[in-house]
């Protein structure tokens, strides 16, 4: 009896262990960044949103009405994940779904999922209605872009 | 590197440093001193010593002034020199990752690619390919017998192509080979079989459609499109439905049971977010299956209310469903979606006005529950009741769904159908376990 107390709790300190060491580490801080011209303003809750939103495909335009190009991360990226966890609020399984009910209904496609970041930038600073999400420490330096809002990685 | 640098300079302004110090007190000494010289002694002496002494101190002051020059000369070759160094390993950085993002997309491409032909299309500026493959097997024990089959492989062809800024086409081409089941008795519920001998291999346009898009709150599709009712035939995809087999008023595919599942036509539709909340609408002017020489005219009005997971749906459409006889017909419609957490909960309720026809009513409760992200329970209750002699008729079915990869949706239902008794007709039962499977790219 005592020798299966001892595996369980072995077991499940292992299992706890394992977990912790795979959960991603996201202590970062992260930014949206929008072109510079994009003059869209409001409450961390009202930006939240509209990203959500303009990136889902559910909205296809800024309320200003400049035609949004939302830009995605690679996958498993940090920022990827961040941007999923605490923008979309979405587990993986639920995003894929949305875009596999997106793609069966109106042919929308996920939206182009970029590894650098000063590819990123580039594209931010070339495209009015452009966003994405980068490291803080990056933000400073996109030419032409500027950060909508920052979030914590926590 | 750059750290290096920085200590060096230090170093280097630390001897400067010094070196201005010493010339500023040899000059303060050197002008001192006259003036404390001239206190005593012979005045002429006291001139040239003054002399001297002011030429050595003029000398001492342009020595002074060469050294600051060069000083200042150093301090700002030695600014540009770092900030040169900066920028330069600012600029390599950039272009590494420049490069390697650019050598990771030429090896993805090339890995899609290689030696094959590039497939191009004719003149959309985007085209986008995908679709499924659906296979169920399906055993029924009847009344009267029990029957088993692969009775429904279905493969669907998506293609999206994007005209212009603002004009879109999207084709589903279908390729099915389906063998419903069926019943032998007068009201067709007894002695299932499958329609093996009836149904050949069928290639269907599901949806062909070209749409004008002026912004999110005005679309207009020309062409084939999903009848934009309710909630499970919007979704409509295998992939997307937890079961494949539509509720009974969906029934038959395609059929106009309550409306059609697609409509040849013109939709204009569009959405609107008002705060956290989304409303949306359909109005469509479309013939139906079967009946091409009527119009009828419909639509859907809806309201989401995000925060609750809630959107409630009003559903209406007016035409007539023959081109040989009299058949107007009005249908109404009510859906609610609950969809919140592990939660999912659809409701469509239908009720129609026929003319020289009873009424039909059909309604269907179907809640879901996510176990894992990759599997979900659900349970529907379906009833439908076509007015007509055993046309009444309801349904129980679970089942359990499962994802193993995204790509693949597997599932395990079981269905209890029950037609109740009427006029000089027994009620009947059937039991039907069906495993399915869809695979979509």
Redesign the interface.
Known sequence: MRTLFSKFALATVTAAVLTMMSTPALAENFAIVVNAENGFSGDQGTLQ?QIK?LYLK????WPG?IESIPFGREEASPEQMAFEQFILGM????I?GHW??L???????PPRG??????LARQIGKNPGAFGVVLSSEAAAIAGGKVLFEFSGN | MSGQIKVDNMHGYGAKGRRFLQSVAVAALLIATPGLALADGDPDEQMIAMQQKLEQAMAAIQQLSSTVTSLQSELASQKVATTKTTSNADMMLELDERVEELEDTVDTIDSRVGSRAVANAFDATKLDIGGFVDIATTLAIGEDKTEAAFNREVFELLVKAKLGNSWDLFVAQAFIRNAPLRFSDPAGRRSPFFANNNSPVVTDTVIAWAQYSKNDMFNVQFGRFITPHGIINIEHFPANLLDPEQPQFLRPFPGQTIFANFSDGLNVHGSKYVGNNKFSYNAYAAAWAGNSSNINVGGRLAYSFEDAGLTFGLNGTYGDRSSTRDANFAVLGADVLFQKGRWTWKNEVYVTDEENAPSKYAFYTMPAYKLTDKWTAFYRFDYLDTGLLGGESYENAVGLTFRPIFNAHLRGIYRWRHATRDAGIPAADTHVFQLSTTFNF
């Open positions: 949103t939103r559910e909205q296809s335009a009405g587990s993986s399984a639920e894929q596999l009910k793609k069966q209904i109106r042919g929308e496609t970029i590894g650098s970041a000063r590819i």
